[in-house]
């Protein structure tokens, strides 16, 4: 019923293979749905992206292998209904600091009485009302990632993948080095300690747990640790160094050498 479930449901062993999507070009997100990615964020935080590019980064990759992940800008009750009418699955939500914030975020995605999700009957998330007892069906359709991004949230890991339809998390390296007073270091030591820790605790808790990271070698340090989906730089990232590595092999002028800031 939820394309991201099935996927994490039939992965085994081997974490899928993500990717972030930050252009806002519905051309770009199709190819890179084509490059063999199983699944990718669609980036409403950190990306210039309205509601109407979203639906068009949707219909783009619904016709490729890449399962859709949309973060939203922030947990905000309104953001959140207006995505999942336009068709969102699966969301990522941000910086969720505790049970209560992760609550709020669940609720948001369901219809009552299990939650507070206003009802709309012709919507494309309903399929324009083609899909039968869509109220009662949607529920259990949608699925919620919530993101740590600070040791307070890592601290209190236990209790939000506790809530009731949290079904994954996701710990954000960048943000979480600058909790830990290291901004910018995701191979800190430290670090990498407590992402060790955080897969460990989520799987023990029984929650996928999710992180990207800038590199292939990030990505398979992030799978040795445990973490059951993995991201890997994002289209921009993987446009802009490649562009910048042209340009320097083919000049004598040094052209600004690329780097993924905070694994994107």
Do not use: C
């Amino acid at each position: 019923m939820n394309p991201f479930r099935d996927l994490m449901n039939t992965a085994g062993d081997r974490a899928p293979l993500g990717t972030w999507l930050m252009s806002g070009s519905p051309i770009v997100a199709e190819a890179m749905g084509r490059a063999g990615f199983a699944w990718g964020v669609v980036d409403m935080e950190h990306a210039p992206l309205d509601l109407q590019t979203l639906v068009g980064l949707l219909q783009a990759l619904s016709g490729t292998g890449l399962v859709p992940v949309t973060r939203v800008p922030w947990n905000d009750t309104v953001t959140i209904k207006r995505v999942l009418d336009a068709g969102v699955h699966t969301l990522l939500v941000p910086f969720v600091q505790d049970a209560e914030e992760a609550a709020r975020a669940v609720a948001a995605t369901r219809y009552p009485p299990e939650g507070v999700r206003g009802m709309a009957a012709m919507s494309r998330g309903s399929l324009f009302g083609t899909i039968p007892d869509y109220y009662r069906a949607a529920n259990q359709r949608i699925s919620v990632i919530v993101q740590l991004e600070s040791q307070a949230a890592v601290d209190r890991l236990e209790a939000i993948a506790a809530v009731p339809g949290v079904e994954g998390l996701f710990l954000g390296p960048a943000d979480l080095s600058g909790s830990l007073g290291v901004p910018g270091q995701m191979a800190h030591p430290q670090v990498k300690a407590v992402m060790a820790d955080v897969a460990r605790r989520a799987r023990a808790a029984g929650r996928w747990i999710g992180t990207v990271g800038g590199t292939a070698e990030a990505v398979q340090e992030y799978r040795a640790m445990g973490y059951d989906f993995v991201a890997v730089a994002s289209d921009l990232g993987m446009l802009m160094r490649t562009a910048s590595g042209l340009v320097q092999s083919l000049t004598q002028a040094s052209a600004p050498a690329i780097k993924e800031q905070g694994g994107y």
